[in-house]
């Protein structure tokens, strides 16, 4: 019990970390969403294909592999694999290989929802 509880936490502190850095940089830069998406996603497999990110994702779980942080660390990783047993073909599908699971259900689950809510743009 106590050890499910001390794993939870961990989850919430990073992966609440991470969110509250990319929400502070929302408030406090100019910078869109839409181009710190990008930043996190590039960070993400950078520190993944140093193989530095792995320490985070074993130590906090889905708290680093959720974020967008942790979808740059599997494009990485995917490519990774893919590059060392296909070569340079493997390097450019090897991310996509690794995240498609993820890309069909976050692309079903748009589709779906647009169903249900419309967008509005923002006025400044």
């Known amino acids: 019990m106590l050890d499910a509880l001390f794993m939870y936490l961990k989850v919430i502190l990073v992966g609440g970390t991470i969110c509250m850095i990319a929400e502070l940089i929302v408030i406090r830069t100019k910078i869109t969403p ?23 994702v074993d130590w906090a779980g889905a708290g680093a592999t959720i974020p967008i942080l942790g979808f740059g660390n599997s494009l990485a990783n995917g490519a990774i694999v893919a590059a060392k047993t296909d070569g340079f073909f493997g390097a450019l599908s090897g991310g996509l290989i690794a995240t498609s699971a993820g890309i069909a259900v976050s692309i079903g689950l748009s589709y779906l929802v647009s169903f249900f809510v419309s967008s509005k743009t923002k006025k400044d």
Do not use: D, H, S, T
């Open 34 to 56: 839409a181009r710190i998406l990008v930043i996190f996603l590039m960070i993400g497999a950078i520190l993944g294909g140093f193989g530095l990110y792995n320490y985070v």
